[in-house]
């Protein structure tokens, strides 16, 4: 297979090549949204074209977010991912701050893991992302986000075709953990229980992930540079950075309702496709 020049600068950004038919309906429906969103932004009680355009690109960033997370999280089911697409896209027309920076950190730390391009993690990729995880854990104040990026880090340091060097920075992760702890004296023992109607969807929607996740037994999807079968131990692994992702802010709903809308977006989407097939199933049965 021919390597994409952006390949040559790093192993985690993945090109949208329309020749690949889901690449092109996401590149219709991205100006669509940045369209919805700037729309949302004249009707709403904040005025001003600035606003409309920033409400424009939140939207689409939101709805691209998701839908690249969506295919990391199960890259067998290009379907649920346009439905955690739809779903990120409502949700940044119903929230101010929809936690974009937490939902594009664990998209790349799902990519460092599942190694989708084929490619292992180059050292800039490690430094940026190990940079924007530090980043999360202070701006969401969300200390146990390091400690998901530390695992992330951990797994591609151990998983099928180990990258030893990830080790530090799972330590500079974890490390970034423990001095905000330190520093603001957060009570990490405390349990939080869902209050709200949305954290108890957030909960039930993980639930049903993690059912998949143990379910899984094999993977089709293929790299994008070497066109091998991705390991499905590297594709669970990426599932449980989502997923921990999701749970460790479910506290503080907003930094994580994107990551929440992603993977409710994937079990509707795994919940219409099997109820279709058992349709099909019955219909040709007749």
């Known amino acids: 297979m021919t390597e994409h020049a952006l390949y040559r600068y790093t192993s985690i950004g993945r090109p949208l090549e329309p020749a690949v038919p889901s690449n092109k309906a996401v590149l219709i429906l991205l100006p669509l949204a940045f369209i919805g969103g700037a729309a949302a932004g004249f009707a709403g009680l904040e005025q001003g074209a600035l606003n409309a355009l920033r409400l424009g690109g939140i939207s689409l960033l939101a ?14 089911d290009p379907i649920a ?3 955690a697409m ?10 101010d701050a929809p ?3 937490t939902l594009f950190t664990t998209l790349f730390l799902a990519r460092i893991v599942n190694r989708t391009t084929g490619l292992k993690a180059r050292v800039p990729d490690s430094l940026m992302v190990t940079g924007l995880v530090i980043w999360t854990v202070y701006a969401t104040a969300s200390p146990w986000f390091g400690a998901v990026g530390a695992l992330a880090f951990l797994l591609d340091a151990s998983l099928r075709r180990p990258l030893k060097r990830q080790l ?8 970034s953990m423990v001095v905000y702890i330190v520093d603001y004296d957060v009570n990490w023992l405390t349990v939080i229980t869902p209050g709200s109607l949305i954290q108890w969807l957030g909960v039930f929607a993980l639930v049903l992930f993690s059912l998949n996740l143990v379910l899984m037994r094999k ?17 669970k692994g990426a599932m449980v950075i989502g997923l921990l992702a999701a749970l460790q802010g479910l506290d503080t709903m907003p930094d994580v309702v994107l990551l929440v809308a992603t993977i409710g977006g994937l079990c509707l989407g795994i919940a219409f496709r099997r109820a279709f097939r058992s349709s099909a199933k019955g219909l040709r049965a007749a």
């Open 168 to 175: 530090l920075y799972a330590l500079l992760c974890a490390g």
């Open 219 to 235: 993977v089709h999807s293929r790299d994008d540079v070497h066109g091998e079968r991705l390991p499905v131990e590297r594709v």
């Open 81 to 83: 991912a346009f439905v």
């Open 99 to 101: 936690g974009l920076l």
């Open 63 to 76: 709805a691209f977010g998701c839908w690249a997370l969506g295919r990391e999280l199960l890259p067998d």
């Open 86 to 95: 739809a779903l990120g896209f409502l949700v940044s027309l119903a929230s």
